[in-house]
Structures are given as structure tokens and as C-alpha cells.
């Protein structure tokens, strides 16, 4: 027979469950997707209960992590996220159930008796902060900035795994004893001993791949600036060449009037010096235009971009008027933005049924008294999907499980309020722009 | 009346651009006059402002080249223009060197840019701007805006180019769905429905529609086909409060 208690515990531990293995990741979920989570767990948990008490609650939690993997385009570091909030949760229980022991005389059996309601209400809020905190922890030093290679990602899900597996044999265990108020106070000491050696892992971790990052970043922006010091100094060079020219050609065209031969030096005019007019469109001179832009980070990430769509035949077309030399944003996220912008923009061009004269790619950036503003126009024969989901999960052009671009873009401006973005489509042209209000 | 002012520094070509237009407005008897064709920006800047002082129901249509030799270059011209003629029609004239078709677009407004280079086409494409401009002013209807809130700061969209506003996934921002793509602004539907006009219906808890974007509604669905193809659901209240509105629009109509 089930009593009321039972299920009061039963509804506890599914909800408190669900606010774990969701908490972290929850903003990568959408409703429906976590409304599944749900009923997965709740169901697999009355499975277990019911018919197989012996590996509860293993199933359930297999269960769990294969859809949060699968529902989050496999990402394993979301797992693990998952996972450790589990953990986390594990170790926060047995250190208030310790707490509770030495401070107030309160052993596990006396409360699961007696105060099962507050006791339950204190720890379920306990995880929603905790699984709060956990969340921002991640966003704010792995978020989009670091990623980590798969061998690492499958090493740390390895290794929480096994936690997890002993965490749970000893609660079990523990349970099996009627919560020995010894047993608990083992597993108090193990769990925490455990969860800090792990919690040192992981920062010690986070902390290296961040370094490497760092240093590849800097590394990728004295590339770019290297090559652009050379294309300057090749333009230098062509221009001392046109100076050398210019001389000879004046005095050519001089020759011609001097004996009145109007005839050969309209032929020499046409021939010679009209071609000249090109020398100076060469687009690659278009990368020049960048020395207005003073900002390294953002002319890195242009530069290299530009770069490979002058490559690949695009006609691109700088416009930097006048110097800018700073932004209310952080310098690393809008070349983030601006990397995927033009990403986006320079493999719509690269179609191949696109014909050379469509082929154009448009950066303009200016500041005016209370912006700086950035626009990059490409043109795109016809949008075949809704512009304004742009940016969502999983909604691209490209196929399923892409849009991923976007969406960071669109997650990493977020926190800014003061940047206004707006995407348009009109006559066949695409354009982003993104506008940053000084404060 | 469209009033025309050219600005190029170089005399030969001055009188070059205003025999092509003089002859354009003689062939196609267009209610045009060139007020002023100077190589001085400022005193194109004089010219433009006594006109516009003495009579401003003159629109006006500025031909600029770009760089004048001067303190200030047709950028900056175009820019002190707008300072009192935030309506006239603005085209540039330029080498292909100096193109900056997005900054001029956006900052200025400008019409069109006109390569000098391409001397052959240089006629037409004059032509085509000033045809523009006539339909344009002819037609120049009343425009409302709205004015959303970024930072300390605002941004202007005119309401007839909106299709729909609607919340999105984080609460307190909506997003603006026009008929050429969308923005996102902090707000609310609540306090953004009292800054729409009449022409803007609460469809749907989610949903504000511009009824003149409405092409076809369905009753059974609840949902409504807009301008752009797109499709936008409306609650039971909703849809009804949207066909008395699209039914008053079509006897306005009908009776004019």
C-alpha cells in the first residue's frame, strides 16, 4: 500500500530530478523538449520503482542524459553540465544533512519522519539556485568562448559518470542500512572529498583550454595584421611604380603635341592610358580602406575575411570614411558577430549557380555623434525561409542541425543593451547591421 | 514644382550635367526647374535655404559630386542639407574610387550614386533619378512613425512598413516584423500598442497586426495570411475584432 508520504517523496524526487538534470541547460531547451524530459523521467522513475527497484536510479538517469544529449545537437559538454549539477546536488544534500546532524541533533531518519515537508521545500529551492548558479558559472567562463576538443569532452563525461556510479551505490547502500547516521556522515566526507577533487579538475581545466584560446586568438590577430602590412606594402609599391610611369607617359603625350599628331595620340591616349584607370580598382586595394578601421581585434577578423572572399572571386566592396577607433562593446564579441555575419555572407556567394556580376559583398562601418555602425550587405537571388526566425536553432538554409552561426551571434549580443540589430531582405539584397549606442 | 541644385567643381562638367538636365525637362515636359548650379557648396547651401525659407511646399532634388575640393566634400554638403531638408531627393555623383554606397544610403538617405566613369549611361541614369523623384513627390504620403527605445537612445520605423509586433522567447522584449525583415526592441506589446495607430489590431495575446498587411483570413485556423506570405495566429476574440476592421476598410474603399 502507497501512502500519502510515498507519493509526497515520489512527486519531490521527480521534481527535484527534473530541476537538476534541466537547471543548467535550461535556456538550450525549448518548452517542448523539457516537457518530454519530464514525462521521461517521471515515467522511467514509476518504472523503476514499481518493477525494478534493484537499479534505481540508474535507468532513469541513462534515460535522461541520452535525450539531453540528443536534444541538444549532441553536445557531450552539455551532459556533463548536467552530470555535475547532479553531483553537485548530491554533495549539497549530504552537506546540509550534516549540518542538520551536528548542528541541531537532526539525523536523516528523524527528518525523513518528521519534517519531510520543509526539509523537501528547503532542498528544492536549494537546487534551483544552485542550478541557477551552476548555469551562470558555465556561460560566463566556457560560453561560446572556449571549445573543447571531443577527447576531453568524452574524459570528463567518463569521469563524472564514475562519481556519479559511486554516489549512487553508496546512497543505496546507505539506504539499505535505514540511513545509519555513520553511514551518512562516510558518505558526507566521501562525496565532498570526491566533488572538490573534481571541482579543481574542471577549473584547472577550463583554465588551460582558456589560455590556449587566448593565445590562438592573439596568434590568428598577428597573422592578420602581418599580411595586411604586406598588402600595404605591395599598394606602396604599386603606386611608386604609377609615379615612375606617370613621368614617362606625360612626357610621351608631350612628344605627340609638340609635332601636332592628333591622330597617334588619341591612339596612345586609348590604349595606354585609359587601361590605367583600372590599376587603381584592383579590388584587393579595397583591404586598404581597413587602416580607417583602429580597432585590431575587428580589423583582424574583416581582414581575414575579406581576404578569403577576394579569393574566391567575390567583388567586395570596403567602406570605412572616416576613423573609428572605439565601441561600447566588448572588442572580442562584435568580431565574434562580425566573423559569422560574413561567414554567412561569403558561402551565400560562393554558390555555384550564382553568376560573377551577382557575386557582391557590401561592409560598411561609420560613427556618427551617437553610434558606430556596422552593415554587411551581400546579395542572395531569394530567401527561401521566414527572416525573422533566422537565428533560432536548427533554422538555416543549410540543412538540419545548422543556424548555429545566428544564433550565437544573436546570444552573444544579448547582454547589450545598447546595440541595436536589424536584418533586412530587399531586392535580393541580405543585410545585417548592427548599430552600438554610446553610453 | 521639383526644384534642382547641382554641386560639382569642375565648370566643364557642371555645364555638362546642366544641359543634360535642361534638356530632359524640355523633352519630357517635366515640372522641373534647376534653381542653382554652382561649384561653391556653400553657396548651393544658400541657395537651397532661401528657397526653402520663402516657399516649402517645393520639394527639392540635389545632384552632388562628392569630392568638391573644398573644406567640405559632398558627404558633409549632404549632411548640412538634411540638417533642413529632411524630405529632398539626394543623388551623388562620383568616381568609382570614392563609392560608399552603404554609409551614404544609410546616413543620408541618398537616391543614387552615379559613376562618372560610366560616361555613355550618365543621361539615363540622371533621367531615371529624376523620374523617381517626380512619382515620388507626387505620391508622398503622410507618414506616422514609431520611435522603440535602444539604450538612451531611439530608433524611427514608419508604421506603414509594419507588419507585426510580437513577443519573443525573453520576456520584456518584442520583436517588430517589417515588410523588408525585423528588429527586436526592450518593450512591451501593452505600452507599443498605445504608440500604433488605428490601423494596428491586438489579434492575439502575442500578436499585433497592421490590418492593411492583411491579404486573407481563416476563420477555422485562426490564422491570418500577411503581405509577405507569412502566417500569423489571432484568438477567437481576435479575429473578429480583425474582420470588422478589414470590413470597415473595404467600405472606406468602396465608397472612394
Not at chain 2, 27 to 45: N, W
Request: with cysteine; hydrophobic share 45%; glycine share 4%.
Amino acid at each position: 500500500m502507497i501512502s500519502i508520504i510515498d507519493l509526497f517523496y515520489f512527486a519531490f524526487g521527480i521534481i527535484d530530478l527534473y530541476i537538476v538534470l534541466a537547471g543548467p541547460i535550461t535556456n538550450l531547451l525549448s518548452a517542448a523538449k523539457k516537457l518530454l524530459l519530464l514525462i521521461v523521467i517521471t515515467v522511467s522513475t514509476i518504472i523503476q520503482v514499481f518493477l525494478l527497484p534493484a537499479i534505481t536510479p540508474y535507468l532513469t538517469l541513462i534515460l535522461a542524459f541520452v535525450l539531453i544529449f540528443f536534444f541538444t545537437h549532441r553536445n557531450l559538454l552539455t551532459v556533463c553540465l548536467s552530470l555535475f549539477n547532479y553531483l553537485l546536488s548530491i554533495v549539497l544534500t549530504y552537506l546540509i544533512l550534516s549540518i542538520l546532524d551536528n548542528g541541531f541533533n537532526l539525523t536523516e531518519a528523524v527528518i525523513i519522519e518528521n519534517y519531510y515537508i520543509s526539509y523537501n521545500l528547503f532542498i528544492t529551492v536549494l537546487f534551483l539556485i544552485s542550478s541557477y548558479l551552476v548555469r551562470q558559472t558555465y556561460n560566463h567562463f566556457v560560453g561560446n568562448s572556449i571549445s573543447f576538443p571531443t577527447h576531453l569532452e568524452v574524459f570528463t563525461l567518463i569521469y563524472l559518470c564514475i562519481c556519479a556510479a559511486l554516489f549512487i551505490y553508496n546512497y543505496n547502500y546507505e539506504s539499505s542500512l535505514l540511513f545509519s547516521q555513520d553511514m551518512v556522515r562516510v558518505n558526507t566526507v566521501l562525496f565532498t572529498l570526491f566533488f572538490f577533487v573534481t571541482g579543481i579538475f574542471i577549473i584547472l581545466l577550463i583554465y588551460l583550454l582558456r589560455r590556449e584560446a587566448d593565445v590562438k586568438a592573439q596568434n590568428a590577430q598577428y597573422e592578420g595584421l602581418q599580411q595586411y602590412t604586406a598588402q600595404l606594402e605591395a599598394l606602396y609599391q604599386n603606386i611608386r611604380a604609377f609615379k615612375h610611369d606617370y613621368v614617362n607617359i606625360l612626357s610621351t603625350m608631350y612628344g605627340f603635341m609638340e609635332h601636332d599628331e592628333w591622330q597617334p595620340l588619341k591612339a596612345y591616349y586609348e590604349q595606354e592610358i585609359l587601361p590605367l584607370n583600372h590599376t587603381f580598382q584592383d579590388e584587393s586595394q579595397e583591404l586598404a580602406k581597413l587602416s580607417n578601421l583602429q580597432i585590431p581585434e575587428l580589423k583582424g577578423i574583416l581582414y581575414n575575411k575579406l581576404v578569403k572572399s577576394l579569393e574566391l572571386g567575390i567583388h567586395t566592396s570596403v567602406e570605412i570614411r572616416e576613423p573609428v577607433s572605439e565601441i561600447h562593446a566588448k572588442h572580442v564579441d562584435i568580431a565574434r558577430v562580425l566573423g559569422i555575419y560574413l561567414d554567412n555572407a561569403v558561402e551565400a556567394l560562393n554558390l555555384p549557380e550564382l553568376a560573377p556580376e551577382d557575386r557582391r559583398l557590401y561592409v560598411a562601418i561609420w560613427e556618427d555623434a551617437e553610434s558606430v555602425t556596422f552593415v554587411i550587405r551581400n546579395y542572395c537571388k531569394d530567401l527561401p525561409l521566414n527572416i525573422h526566425k533566422l537565428g533560432t536553432m536548427n533554422y538555416s538554409t543549410k540543412g538540419q542541425n545548422r543556424g548555429l552561426g545566428l544564433h550565437i551571434a544573436a546570444q552573444t549580443l544579448r547582454p547589450y543593451k545598447n546595440i541595436h540589430r536589424d536584418t533586412t531582405y530587399e531586392n535580393h539584397m541580405f543585410t545585417q547591421m548592427i548599430k552600438i549606442f554610446k553610453e | 514644382m521639383l526644384s534642382i541644385y547641382i554641386c560639382e567643381d569642375n565648370p566643364v562638367l557642371l555645364q555638362h550635367y546642366q544641359m543634360l538636365i535642361e534638356n530632359i525637362i524640355l523633352i519630357e515636359e517635366y515640372d522641373m526647374e534647376i534653381r542653382a548650379a554652382v561649384t561653391q557648396p556653400d553657396e548651393l547651401l544658400n541657395a537651397a535655404k532661401t528657397d526653402s525659407a520663402l516657399d516649402d511646399s517645393h520639394n527639392h532634388f540635389y545632384l552632388l559630386d562628392i569630392d568638391l575640393h573644398n573644406d567640405i566634400d559632398g558627404f558633409a554638403l549632404a549632411k548640412e542639407i538634411r540638417r533642413f531638408d529632411s524630405r529632398g531627393f539626394i543623388v551623388f555623383i562620383t568616381t568609382h574610387s570614392e563609392m560608399a554606397m552603404l554609409t551614404f544610403q544609410y546616413q543620408i538617405e541618398a537616391m543614387d550614386f552615379i559613376t562618372k566613369d560610366d560616361c555613355q549611361n550618365l543621361g539615363a541614369r540622371i533621367h531615371a533619378c529624376m523620374e523617381t523623384a517626380l512619382e515620388r513627390y507626387h505620391v508622398s504620403p503622410e507618414v506616422s512613425m514609431i520611435a522603440f527605445k535602444v539604450g538612451n537612445h531611439f530608433i524611427n520605423i514608419e508604421q506603414n512598413q509594419i507588419l507585426y509586433v510580437t513577443s519573443t522567447d525573453s520576456p520584456h522584449k518584442i520583436k517588430v516584423v517589417t515588410s523588408s525583415g525585423y528588429s527586436e526592441f526592450y518593450g512591451t506589446l501593452n505600452n507599443c500598442a498605445k504608440d500604433l495607430t488605428n490601423d494596428f489590431i491586438r489579434c492575439h495575446k502575442a500578436f499585433i497586426v497592421n490590418k492593411n498587411h492583411i491579404q486573407s483570413i481563416d476563420r477555422k485556423a485562426l490564422t491570418l495570411t500577411l503581405s509577405n506570405g507569412e502566417t500569423c495566429i489571432a484568438s477567437t476574440r481576435g479575429i473578429n475584432h480583425v474582420i470588422r476592421a478589414v470590413k470597415e476598410n473595404f467600405s472606406e474603399f468602396a465608397k472612394s
